[in-house]
C-alpha cells in the first residue's frame, strides 16, 4: 500500500464519520436520543449497523460525539463579528445562541444536563464548551487579568442565560427580544459588580 | 447505651424514619455519598442493616429522603425575615444560602445535579425547591400578577445563585461579601428588565 492510498483511505474514514455526525445532527436535534434507534440512523446513512458500531462502539459514543459537534457549532455560530460594535456583538450573539437552541433543542438539552449528569463525557463536553465561551467574553472586555470573581461572573451568567432560554421555550410566551434584553442587563449588572466596564 | 437502647426500642416508625434522615443529613452532608456504604449508617444509627432497609428499600431512596429534607431546610433557613427591610432581608436570604451551602456542600450538589440527572425523583424535588423560592420571591415583589418574564427571570436568576455559588466554593478565591454582592445586583437588574420594582 502506498503513502497516498493510506492517506485516502483514512480520509474516506474521517469523511464518514463526519457524515453519520451531520446526520446525527439532524436527527437528534429535535428528537431525544431515546426516540432514535440505531437502525433509523444506520439506516437513513445508508450504511449497515455494522458499520456504523464500526465507528461509534456503541449508541452513547455515537451521542457523545453528535454533542460534540453541536457544542462546537454552537461556540462558532455566536462568534462575536468583530466589525460590529460592542453592544450590537453581544445582542446578535445571544440572538444567534437562542435561535440555535430553538432549532437544536434536544442536543442542546443533552449539552446541558450533560454537565450534571452520569456521563463523565458529556459532563467535559459541557465543560469545555462552557469554558471557551466564558474565555471568549473575559478576553473581549480587554482586562489585564481576570479576577476569579469576574470568571465566577460570568460563568453564572452563562447558567443565566442556558436557564432562561430553556425556560422561555418551555413556555413559550416570552418574546425572543425580551428574553435576549434579561439577558444583556444581567450581563451588565454582573459586570459592574465584578468591577468591569461593559465591552465597547 | 442503656438509654439508647430503650429510646431506640421508644422510637415510633415515624421517629425512627426522622432519625434516620437527620442522621443521613450529618453522614451525606460532606461526604459524596458514593464514600458512604450503608453498613456505616446503620451502625451509626445503632439498627441492623435489615432495619434500614426496612425504612428505606434501596440506598438510592435513602439519599433521596435526604437530600428532600436537606432541600427543605435550605427554603426554611433562607425564609425571610418580614421585620427587616427588604435590600436586608434579600442579603440575609443569600447569607444564609451560601452559609447553608458551604456546610452542606455533597446534598447541595446533589439536590442541584439531581435536576439535570437521570434520576427523576431528585428532578422532581429540585424543581419543586426552586418552585417553591421563585414563588417566595415573586409574592415579595407584590405584583398583581406574574408574567412569564418575570417568572422566567426569577429561575434565572436562581440558576445563577446556584451556579456562582458552587463555582466560587470550587475556586475557594472569592469573598462571600462579593458573590452575595454579584447575587444581589444580578437580580437588581433583572427585575428591571422584567419591568418590576426590586423589593422594598
Known amino acids: 500500500m502506498t503513502l497516498s492510498t493510506r492517506t485516502r483511505r483514512r480520509l474516506g474514514a474521517d469523511a464518514r ?5 451531520e446526520l446525527g445532527l439532524r436527527l437528534l436535534s429535535r ?4 426516540q432514535v434507534a440505531i437502525d433509523r440512523i444506520a439506516e437513513e446513512a445508508g450504511v449497515s449497523r455494522g458499520l456504523l458500531f464500526h465507528y461509534f462502539p456503541t449508541k452513547r459514543a455515537f ?4 454533542v460534540t459537534a453541536a457544542a462546537d457549532r454552537l461556540v462558532e455560530l455566536t462568534e462575536p463579528d468583530p466589525a460590529l460594535p460592542a453592544p450590537e456583538r453581544l445582542r446578535r450573539g445571544l440572538e444567534a445562541y437562542v435561535g440555535y437552541v430553538i432549532e437544536n433543542r434536544e442536543l442542546y438539552v443533552s449539552l446541558v444536563r450533560g454537565a450534571a449528569g452520569a456521563d463523565e463525557e458529556l459532563q467535559r463536553v459541557f465543560d469545555r464548551t462552557r469554558g471557551r465561551i466564558v474565555d471568549r467574553i473575559v478576553a473581549s472586555l480587554g482586562v489585564a487579568a481576570a479576577t476569579p470573581l469576574l470568571r465566577t461572573a460570568v460563568r453564572g451568567w452563562l447558567a443565566l442565560v442556558e436557564e432562561t432560554t430553556l425556560d422561555a ?6 418574546p425572543h427580544t425580551d428574553l435576549v434584553g434579561l439577558q444583556e ?5 454582573l459586570l459592574e459588580a465584578a468591577g468591569v466596564a461593559p465591552p465597547g
Chains 1, 2 share one sequence.
Open 169 to 174: 421555550l418551555r413556555g413559550g410566551d416570552v
Open 185 to 189: 442587563q444581567a450581563l451588565a449588572a
Open 63 to 66: 451521542h457523545v460525539a453528535v
Open 17 to 21: 464519520r463526519r457524515q453519520l455526525i
Open 31 to 34: 428528537e431525544p436520543r431515546e
